[in-house]
């Protein structure tokens, strides 16, 4: 209510960044926009790290948590946010702009002007779907299943201040825009970073832990059977869903090389955990 009441006194101050600046209207549907820039595609699933190997073959390869949530692209002009869009059928989403941003870990500014399309996954924690879960019981209100329907379940909602009580959260996982500068996954990791987007390396635990994510170069079956065997453990200290592992060619030239198939890009694959 200070802030509310120092940027009507000085709108001069008030900064596109700013809290008050996140949460709009009401909507009254979510129109459908075409993945004009790049497909969203989901990951063919491998069963042993011999697959995987087979798969992608001995690089070097970036490893991450396959988050169980919502995929979201955020088109960025000029470094401030203008449109954010579901991943849909992979070839057209839903616009969300309004949702996402009221997410804290959505910058409606970037701390460079650049013209970027992010990538990344929308979720809620465990902590917050228990905290969310025992208000609805307190309401009479039926109970969400788990986070990953509460998150995108959340994202679609037409109230924008329900959407932000729910403190939903996004990581940025990738880009559909190309940085001839940028040579590697390791390295857009880190520069979505420092543009103020939350990466995989920063994601909430219950416990002190080694990150899970990772880039190393894939050697044999048994030394990637122990890293998954690592992973497994080591994620069972976020506090969030997951449902297995990510592995993706970290150089992208060896990506582009590979491409893209009908349903899968051949370049990234997932590895999934027994349910």
Not at 6 to 31: C, N, V
Not at 261 to 269: F, I, L, R, S
Request: proline share 5%; hydrophobic share 35%.
């Amino acid at each position: 209510l200070k802030l509310v009441s120092l940027e009507r006194q000085h709108p001069a101050l008030i900064d596109p960044d700013s809290p008050t600046q996140r949460i709009g209207a009401k909507s009254t549907g979510f129109g459908k926009v075409k993945h004009e820039d790049k497909r969203m595609l989901s990951l063919d699933n491998m069963k042993t790290a011999e697959d995987v190997i087979n798969y992608l073959g001995h690089e070097e390869v970036v490893l991450e948590p396959k988050i169980d949530g919502a995929s979201l692209k955020l088109f960025y002009r000029k470094g401030r946010l203008v449109q954010a869009v579901t991943r849909g059928n992979g070839m057209e989403g839903d616009d969300v702009t309004a949702n996402a941003r009221t997410i804290m870990t959505v910058p409606l500014v970037l701390t460079e002007p650049v013209n970027i399309n992010v990538v990344g996954e929308v979720y809620m924690t465990f902590t917050t779907f228990n905290d969310l879960n025992a208000r609805l019981e307190e309401e009479g209100s039926e109970l969400l299943a788990n986070p990953r329907n509460a998150a995108a379940g959340t994202l679609k909602l037409k109230d924008p201040k329900e959407v932000a009580a729910r403190s939903i959260r996004f990581v940025a996982y990738g880009s559909t825009t190309e940085f001839p500068q940028m040579r590697t996954q390791s390295q857009l990791t880190d520069w979505l970073e420092i543009l103020g987007f939350q990466s995989v390396y920063m994601l909430p635990v219950t416990r002190s832990c080694q990150s899970l994510s990772d880039c190393f170069l894939i050697e044999n079956k048994t030394q990637l059977a122990q890293r998954i065997k690592a992973a497994d453990i080591s994620r069972g200290f976020l506090d969030l869903p997951t449902d297995g592992l990510v592995f993706k060619l970290n150089d992208f030239v060896k990506q582009r090389d590979l491409g893209e198939g009908t349903k899968y890009p051949k370049y990234a694959c997932a590895f999934k955990f027994p349910p």
